[in-house]
């Protein structure tokens, strides 16, 4: 399918993340102690701790999730999807479901990057924590384009007359 601008948009979003995430560890993991804070609770207190190696794994899932949802998205027509799929809406459903994809490797990049961020600055004695901010920010940055993307996969499917699965 061909990308619309707010498409490769999010894509080049998505990787600038990715990269500014490795600078970001590159940068300061050398300066960190040995022992960071590598858990935090509801509130954004640290509350387990461990070696700074540990942080080596923020990137990198962070890489391979990203990979993999971009490998996903190239094959839309494997999807689940909320509609039944017929030649009359297959099109806007793809774009809606590619586009739902975009919109959660940007935010599952951008909430790895935050984690890492934030566990840089507490180890380093700059911050107390991630912050209360942290959890809600996640829970909308995940479930927020699931449920903008359930809305108009259903008005997609009211507005073409066609009944649900």
Known sequence: ME??????????????MLIVSWGLFAKHLPQLPDVIPIHFNARGVPDGYGSKAVLWALPVVA??????????????HLFNYPVRIVPENARRQYLLATRLI??????????????LRGAIETAAGRAPGLGAWFLPLVLGL????????????????????????
């Not at 990308?3 to 979003?13: G, H, N, P, R």
């Open 142 to 165: 995940v479930f927020g384009p699931l449920v903008v993307f359930l809305i108009q996969s259903m008005r997609s499917r009211r507005d073409s007359g066609i009944q649900a699965k």
């Open 63 to 76: 890489t391979v999730f990203y990979s993999g949802l971009t490998i996903l998205n190239r094959f839309p």
């Open 3 to 16: 990308q619309t601008t707010l498409d490769q948009l999010l894509e080049w979003a998505g990787w600038g």
């Open 102 to 115: 975009r919109y959660l490797k940007l935010s599952l990049v951008l909430v790895f990057y935050f984690l």
